[in-house]
């Protein structure tokens, strides 16, 4: 079975992107940190959202994550 991967789009000292990835980790997904910051592009569509979560390419989250919506996905 192939692992679950999931993109976290985040910035340094942001305490919901670290619950965002240790309740990504959790649900056995595989994690690539983004840090927006260092994007400009990505710091305009991010900015205020972090963080933001991609799973299979497909934007799910922003903000907090639902543990609920996360186990139906």
């Given at each position: 079975?192939?692992?679950r991967r999931a993109t976290l789009y985040t910035r340094q000292g942001c305490h919901l992107c ?56």
């Amino acid at each position: 079975m192939n692992q679950r991967r999931a993109t976290l789009y985040t910035r340094q000292g942001c305490h919901l992107c670290e619950e965002a990835h240790a309740l990504l980790v959790r649900h056995g997904f595989q994690v690539e940190l983004v840090d927006i910051d260092a994007n400009p592009i990505l710091k305009e569509r991010y900015n205020q959202c972090v963080p933001v979560v991609t799973i299979d390419g497909v934007e799910r989250f922003r903000g907090r994550i639902d543990p609920r919506l996360l186990r139906r996905l």
